[in-house]
């Protein structure tokens, strides 16, 4: 039996279907996969191999067709939508594709702003906050909007917004998209160096080879299935 608490992210024949019309169209067929905590893992494939669709099961964001998901030992297919609220807002952190960050908001609101839900009290959601745009390289730059930064900068506001309330597994879309080569380097040592120091579950989706690079496992989806699950030895990270 696979020890829940060694593995934050388990899935069990999980498969989800999309109607179009009278077409059933299957986006992820039979899926079992274990993510141990602190692994640093890649989803990658071709547009429609199922990675997006996979990421929003994890992240309660859709519901499966079929199967099971388990995070941090509770069955996230099985919750109500308040506890889905409650598991995206303390275990889970979210790095979009199109940042997604409150354009009103400055680069610390936008950071302090989950822990603001979770009721974290002003002074400390806001020295945690510096803490954490200091350590993603935005220190000095708290007070810009997003629009006062670059693509490289808000995608670092989303990644400190993400990791702020230390939670288990963090998510992210193709994290390198939009992004230039330096820029997305940077980004993936970054990421890295969380990873490794403190010992955050990351699963990406891409189709990005730098990115690929720096995962320590690369699973290879295709047309639904997993094609192949490997360590990576020798990556640039490494």
């Given at each position: 039996m696979v020890d829940n608490m060694e593995h934050p992210v388990i899935c069990r024949r999980l498969s989800k279907n999309y109607q179009q019309g009278h077409v059933t169209i299957p986006?992820?067929?039979?899926?079992?996969?274990?993510?141990p905590k602190g692994d640093?893992?890649?989803l990658s494939?071709?547009?429609?191999?199922?990675?997006?669709?996979?990421?929003?099961?994890l992240g309660g964001l859709d519901t499966p067709t079929t199967g099971e998901v388990e995070i941090d030992g509770r069955r996230v297919d099985k919750m109500s939508k308040a506890d889905l609220a409650d598991l995206r807002l303390y275990k889970i952190g979210f790095v979009f594709q199109a940042y997604n960050l409150i354009p009103v908001f400055s680069a610390q609101e936008n950071v302090e702003f989950v822990m603001q839900l979770q009721g974290v009290n002003r002074n400390k959601r806001a020295k945690k906050a510096l803490a954490v745009l200091k350590e993603v390289g935005l220190e000095g730059l708290e007070n810009r909007r997003p629009g006062d930064l670059s693509g490289g900068q808000q995608q670092r506001v989303a990644i400190a917004r993400a990791i702020v309330s230390e939670p288990s597994l963090i998510l992210a879309d193709e994290p390198s998209a939009n992004l230039d080569s330096q820029t997305a380097d940077s980004l993936m040592q970054l990421l890295r160096r969380m990873n490794e120091e403190h010992g955050v579950t990351f699963l990406f989706s891409t189709?990005?080879?730098?990115?690929?690079?720096y995962s320590k496992r690369l699973v290879k989806l295709r047309d639904g299935h997993i094609e192949s699950d490997e360590i990576q030895l020798g990556t640039v990270a490494n």
């Open positions: 986006a992820l067929i039979d899926i079992d996969l274990d993510i640093f893992v890649c494939g071709r547009s429609g191999s199922g990675k997006s669709t996979l990421l929003n099961l189709h990005d080879k730098l990115v690929m690079d």
